[in-house]
């Protein structure tokens, strides 16, 4: 169950055990969203997603640092290797990639900055448009909120094909990493290029 508010933010209520409540999870707004999940899973995208252009938002609590964690992708199938991805590297920085239609990778980052310990509730954002440049030269936008991430290994700044996303898969190892071992509070899909800031405090409110 989400909650209206006027503060920018996703609250989300569910029932618990017996008709229990469970703890608020507070998430920052993804403007436009079409696509509102938590947890893992594999998610039906029923065609809301064009791929062209877009904006992912999770906001996660991390596991135990040590290796590197898949904690979402979008794909045309389980078993094609065109993916826009979201993850952790093994000290729980958060990195990304995104492939064309045939799967030629256009962009990737690699994780930047101190290790992230285990517990701490972060959100990540990940922009991209297909067509055009939307973060100087770069095609793709990588943010560890309120923080804009930089270390492009591979640089996002030329057009590319794109594939038509049809799953939203979370929580399950793709290209090397290992199943997620935090806690995925809140993902928001969007087919905006959401460039600023949506940071609010996330978490679980207790």
Do not use: H, Y
Not at 121 to 133: E, F, G, M, N, Y
């Amino acid at each position: 169950m989400k909650i209206l508010n006027s503060c920018g933010l996703d609250v989300r209520i569910d029932v618990g055990p017996q008709g229990s409540l469970t703890d608020p999870i507070v998430a920052p707004n993804l403007p436009g969203a079409v696509f509102d999940q938590q947890g893992v899973g594999t998610f039906p995208l029923n065609g809301v997603l064009s791929g062209v252009r877009g904006s992912i938002t999770v906001t996660l609590i991390t596991g135990t640092a040590g290796t590197a964690r898949t904690v979402l992708f979008l794909t045309e199938s389980a078993s094609i290797n065109d993916t826009v991805l979201i993850a952790l590297d093994s000290s729980n920085r958060p990195f990304a990639g995104i492939t064309d239609n045939a799967a030629v990778v256009k962009g990737q980052t690699a994780g930047s900055g101190a290790a992230i310990a285990a517990g701490q509730p972060l959100t990540i954002r990940l922009a991209w448009d297909s067509t055009q440049a939307i973060d100087g030269a770069r095609f793709t936008l990588l943010r560890l909120e309120p923080n804009t991430l930089t270390n492009w290994t591979t640089n996002p700044v030329a057009a590319w094909t794109p594939f038509l996303p049809t799953l939203l898969i979370s929580g399950q190892g793709v290209s090397g990493g290992s199943d997620f071992n935090g806690t995925i509070l809140s993902i928001q899909a969007s087919n905006q290029t959401i460039l600023g800031s949506t940071v609010n405090t996330p978490g679980v409110l207790r």
